[in-house]
């Protein structure tokens, strides 16, 4: 399971855990979930997910960052269209998109010593920067 915050309106996305889907929750003040208000499915298997480890949002709220394990991919999405964007290849699988500066998430935890470092980068286009590192690094 994993969700992200908006951080221009009330809401927050959750990515399932026995679901390839991400949800979307209305939030009211407080950052309760409004009483009986439905989770909204907004992300599944027909935009490509297959199983998700990490979500993002851009600073701007309007793309959501998906880390698609099984496939080695970020996928982007652009919120206002519910379009599919890009799609970043990588080359570990992802652990989780986790915030490492602005604009920038770790996308693997390096399981391995000798795996890289991948970190996205939304500060313009997206993108994944592949950070060799040994086993001694």
Do not use: H, K
Request: charged share 20%.
């Amino acid at each position: 399971v994993a969700a992200v915050f908006a951080q221009r309106a009330p809401l927050v996305y959750v990515a399932e855990a026995d679901t390839p889907r991400v949800s979307r929750i209305q939030l009211q003040e407080g950052t309760q979930a409004e009483p009986g208000a439905p989770a909204e499915p907004i992300l599944g298997t027909d935009d490509g997910i297959q199983s998700l480890s990490g979500l993002a949002l851009s600073d701007d709220d309007q793309q959501l960052f998906a880390a698609d394990r099984s496939a080695r991919v970020v996928r982007v999405y652009n919120l206002n269209s519910r379009e599919a964007g890009a799609v970043l290849p990588l080359t570990e699988s992802p652990s989780a998109l986790l915030p490492s500066g602005s604009s920038q998430f770790l996308v693997n935890s390096r399981e391995r010593s000798d795996a890289p470092l991948l970190l996205l980068d939304i500060s313009g286009p997206p993108r994944v920067w592949f950070v060799p590192m040994g086993s001694s690094q």
